[in-house]
C-alpha cells in the first residue's frame, strides 16, 4: 500500500478548485469537501473512516499517531463539536486508495489540521487495516468553551437552533461546571468562574439561568426554566470553567517540537517545571506525552532560556511508566523554592533536525539529527527540489 507524505500547501489549492456550481465539492456520502477532509461510512456527516483529498486523490489516514486531541481538531473544524472516540479495528470499513502516512501533532486549540506540526520522517508503512476514524458530539444543546488555551477551560456556549449562543448565570458554581465538564468529556471540574470583562461574550443568548444537582449528564438536563423573579433578582453573567482535561504539556524555545523547556498549562496559565531532582524517567515521561519517542537528555539550569509566570511543579520524582507528567509525585501545584534560572528541559529521541558538515554555511555534507544520532543521508532518487526543501531547515 502506497505511503505519501501530505502537502498542505497542495490540499488547500486542490480543495479551492474542485467545488460544483453550488460551492461544495462534490463526493458520495456524508462529506465536509471544503476543508480537504471528510469522513466516510458513518451514519452522520460528523463520524466515520478519516480520508483526505491531496492532488486530486481522496486517501486514508494512518491511526498510528492519530489521538483524541488531533480528532478533537478534525471535528471542530468540520461543525461537529469535539471528539468523543477514535474507534480502531476498523469499524467504517477499509479505503481503497493511498494511505497518508503523516503523524500529526496537535495540541487542541488549532482551526484545523493543516496548522497542526506534521511529521512523516521515520514513519512505518502503514495499511488500510490501521485507518484513522473518529466520532465527534455534534447534535442539539452541544456545548463548547471559548477563549481558553484548550478545548476543556474558557467560557461556556451551547448550540441550539443552529446558533452558538452564551450561557449566562448569575449562581454558577461547580455543581453546573462538572455537568459541563463532563458533557465534553474533559474530566473532573476544577474550577467555575465568570470571565472578566474583556472575556465576555457578545452574541446572542442561548442559555439564562441554570442550576444543576452535578450528575446529570448534560446542561440541557438541569433546571432551566428558573421563575422570572429568580432570573430578576440576580445580575446574569458570562459563564466559564476550568476542566481537568485542560492540561497540557508542551516544549518551548527549542530547535524543534521535541526539544525544549518544559512547560504546563494548568488553571488557564503556561507554567514552567523547577529542575529539582529532575532526571531521565520525568523527561521520558514527557517526551512519551508529547509523541516524541524516548528521552535522549534531560536538562536544567534554565537549558533553552528562562520562562515567565508561574513555576507550576517542582521536585518531580516520575517512574517513566506515567501517562501524563501530573501523574507523576510532586510538590503542590505552585508551591517551590526555585527561580526561572532553574527551569527543566528535555531533548527527546525523535527531535529531527539537519545540518551541513564541513560547511562554510551554506554547502557541505548533508546530516540529519535523529533519535539522539547524526547520520547521513542517502543521495539516491535525491533531486533540486528535495535539495530545496532542506535549504529553510539549515
Not at 48 to 55: A, F, K, M, Q, S
Not at 144 to 173: A, P, Y
Request: proline residues 4%; contains cysteine.
Amino acid at each position: 500500500m502506497a505511503s505519501l507524505e501530505i502537502r498542505w500547501d497542495v490540499v488547500r489549492q486542490q480543495t479551492e478548485g474542485s467545488r460544483n456550481s453550488q460551492g461544495s465539492l462534490i463526493a458520495p456520502g456524508f462529506v465536509r469537501l471544503d476543508t480537504g477532509f471528510w469522513l466516510v461510512n458513518g451514519s452522520t456527516a460528523c463520524e466515520g473512516r478519516v480520508e483526505v483529498h491531496v492532488l486530486g486523490t481522496w486517501g486514508s489516514l494512518c491511526a498510528s499517531h492519530w489521538d483524541l486531541l488531533d480528532a478533537h481538531v478534525l471535528c471542530r473544524h468540520l461543525d461537529c463539536g469535539f471528539a468523543e472516540s477514535i474507534p480502531r479495528g476498523g469499524p467504517f470499513g477499509r479505503g481503497t486508495g493511498p494511505v497518508w502516512r503523516d503523524s500529526f501533532h496537535c495540541d487542541g486549540t488549532e482551526a484545523h489540521l493543516g496548522q497542526c506540526p506534521v511529521t512523516a520522517l521515520g514513519a512505518s508503512p502503514c495499511s488500510h487495516e490501521n485507518n484513522a476514524a473518529v466520532i465527534c458530539s455534534a447534535g442539539s444543546a452541544s456545548l463548547r468553551l471559548v477563549g481558553g488555551g484548550s478545548r476543556c477551560d474558557g467560557r461556556v456556549e451551547i448550540f441550539q437552533h443552529g446558533t452558538w449562543g452564551r450561557v449566562l448565570d448569575d449562581q454558577w458554581d461547580m455543581q453546573e461546571a462538572s455537568v459541563v465538564c463532563r458533557q465534553l468529556q474533559c474530566g473532573e471540574a476544577e474550577t467555575a468562574y465568570n470571565p472578566p470583562k474583556p472575556q465576555r461574550g457578545t452574541g446572542p443568548v442561548g442559555l439564562r439561568g441554570v442550576r444543576c444537582a452535578g450528575h446529570e449528564a448534560n446542561l440541557t438536563l438541569c433546571n432551566t426554566s428558573l421563575p422570572e423573579s429568580v432570573l430578576a433578582a440576580g445580575i446574569a453573567e458570562d459563564v466559564g470553567v476550568v476542566c481537568w482535561g485542560s492540561r497540557q504539556v508542551r516544549l518551548v524555545n527549542g530547535p524543534g517540537r521535541c526539544a525544549g523547556r518544559v512547560e504546563i498549562y494548568y488553571q488557564g496559565s503556561w507554567g514552567t517545571i523547577c529542575d529539582d531532582s529532575w532526571d531521565l524517567p520525568d523527561a521520558t515521561v514527557v517526551c512519551h506525552q508529547l509523541g516524541c519517542g524516548g528521552a535522549v537528555k534531560a536538562v536544567g539550569s534554565a537549558h533553552f532560556g528562562e520562562g515567565s509566570g508561574q513555576i507550576w511543579l517542582d521536585a518531580v520524582n516520575c517512574s517513566g511508566a506515567e501517562a501524563a507528567l501530573w501523574d507523576c509525585p510532586a510538590g503542590s501545584w505552585g508551591q517551590h523554592d526555585c527561580g526561572h534560572k532553574e527551569d527543566a528541559g528535555v531533548n527527546c529521541s525523535e527531535f529531527v533536525t539537519l545540518r551541513l558538515e564541513n560547511s562554510d554555511g551554506c554547502s557541505g555534507r548533508l546530516q540529519v539529527f535523529y533519535n539522539g544520532t547524526w547520520g547521513s543521508v542517502c543521495s539516491n532518487s535525491m533531486t533540486l527540489k528535495t535539495v530545496s526543501g532542506c535549504l529553510p531547515e539549515v
